[in-house]
């Protein structure tokens, strides 16, 4: 039996938002160019823009008190992602905020393992239900879904810090995976064959916000092609 | 700005939305911050708030249509844009009553994901909300459409008629399934002689040769599967007549409402030629017409077109139909 020093309380959520808003912005070009090869170019901006909206809620937000609940940045985050982002990616994000904000509230006030796989199934069906996307149409649920399935095989006693990590893996394989898909739905559909090697930005996004948890990406090459070992 | 009267492009909306709102300030609010128009006056029978919704460009769908008797609110996008989904929760949940929120939504993808994230955040606040999602459109029926038929004019018909079930107190699941009904019986079909002027371009958003026409336009200037020849009202209107009917398949006897809707820049007078080669058109076949309705009513900009719906009534429909309205656009 290990012990942790991290409290997964609202200081923990608070870091991986701000260290999500941080490795948005670092991969920005990256995402812009992958965009611009599969959609409309955007998502970087996007998701960058969403990421700020989160820092101003967080810095009016006091994150600094004893006792934060984990829901409350996450919380904020959704709020900002689903209020002040144009387009469509931005918003569903937002509505995985939303659902892990609920899952995390309904086990206050700390963040656990099973709250997490809760959350992000949740997540996931709510923007497969407004997105009408499958896994294998070449969209943000082919990192989410792998990523809950990973987390949903966690144990209960896995701290939640390990089960995210596990949960990124997952995910970024589904990022890779998607680069031999070809779009059915989005901007992307309609260049049919001429993107199939091209990673989904919004997986990527996906993918990001998991990784963040425990710590930043500054770049996305070690994990869009991972050195052979 | 040469082909449009407005201050600039971008103006466009925000302008004749204001102008709107102050011209009908006796029907309905206008909420600047969120973007939405609320009716000031509705049945107090009335369990579900009515709420529609799409991009601008238009008018009067959807805001002339709030008021006593159909829409509690409705939410303006930028011209053929989806309204944010912000826009579409906040309205919502101002328009919402004891049993939630019904969602009246044309299909089109970026309408049915905007609609979508704000049911998923009125069901986070414990707020029912259903959907009814109108696809009347007849050309864009095919299995190669993944994204399906069209939201087109039927919409009006769908709200009218809702608002007034509405009024007697029906709850969320018996106005969606209601809508659900109505939408399948009724079906659009759209032509056009000149695209409508792209804002900010001044160019039509199409060209047509000389003579042509498209057949099956959609609202945002889609074009159709074919241009037909621009020959005489009779041959163009018996066509789309058939094409209907056919659709439809109405029982011997069923009553049916016809609506003749401009797109934009087609005059009155030609407007009633259309209908009235319509209602010969149906009398020859047998077919029932026992209500009507003519004028602009689902516009796309100043498109130079117009399209005939017909929905198969029966006499609940008809009552709900001719039921009181007050609205800006429709009033009996």
Known sequence: MTTHTVPFDGAFTDAWMRRFARSAQAAEPELTALDQQTGDGDFGANLTAGTRAVLLRLDALDTGAAGLPAAAPLDAAATAFLDEVGGTSGPLFGLLLQALARAAAAEAPLLTTPALAEGIAEGLAAIRRVGEAEPGDKTLVDALHPAAGALAAADDATPPDAALRHAAEAAWQGVRDTAGLRARLGRAAYLRERATDVPDPGAVGVALFLTSAGGTVTALTPYLSPAVS | ?332
Request: aromatic share 6%.
């Open chain 2, 1 to 332: 700005m040469a082909a449009y009267f407005g201050n600039a492009a971008e103006d466009l909306v925000p302008d004749g939305l204001a102008g709107f709102a102050r011209a009908h300030a006796s029907l309905l609010t206008h909420d600047t911050e969120h973007g939405y128009l609320l009716a000031r006056d509705t049945a107090p029978g009335r369990r579900v708030g009515l709420l529609s919704g799409g991009g601008s460009g238009h008018e009067p769908l959807h805001a002339g249509f709030v008021g006593r008797g159909m829409l509690d609110a409705a939410v303006p996008g930028r011209i053929f844009a989806s309204p944010h989904n912000r826009s579409l929760y906040e309205a919502s949940v101002a328009a919402a009553r004891e049993d939630g929120v019904l969602h009246i939504v044309k299909n089109y993808t970026g309408d049915r994901i905007n609609f979508g994230i704000a049911a998923e955040r009125l069901a986070h606040r414990g707020i029912p909300c259903a959907r009814v999602l109108v696809d009347d459109d007849l050309a864009s029926d095919s299995e190669d459409i993944r994204a399906g038929r069209r939201g087109t004019g039927g919409t009006v018909l769908v709200e009218k008629i809702l608002g007034a079930a509405a009024d007697s107190g029906l709850g969320l699941d018996e106005l969606a399934r209601l809508g659900h009904d109505l939408v399948a019986r009724c079906r659009t079909l759209a032509v056009a002689s000149r695209a409508h002027t792209a804002p900010g371009t001044d160019r039509p958003a199409f060209e047509l040769d000389p003579g042509q026409l498209e057949f099956g336009v959609g609202i945002h200037g889609e074009r159709a599967d074919r241009a037909r020849v621009h020959g005489p009202s009779r041959e163009l209107v018996a066509e789309m007549t058939g094409a209907l009917l056919e659709a439809l398949a109405p029982a011997p006897g069923d009553p049916v409402i016809a609506l003749v809707n401009g797109l934009g820049s087609v005059t009155p007078l030609e407007l009633y030629g259309v209908f009235g080669e319509l209602g010969r058109q149906l009398d020859d076949r047998g077919t029932v017409l026992s209500r009507s309705l003519v004028g602009d009513y689902v516009t796309a900009l100043d498109m130079r077109g117009f399209s005939i719906t017909l929905m198969v009534a029966d006499p609940l429909v008809l009552e709900r139909y001719d039921a009181p309205v007050r609205t800006a656009a429709l009033n009996w």
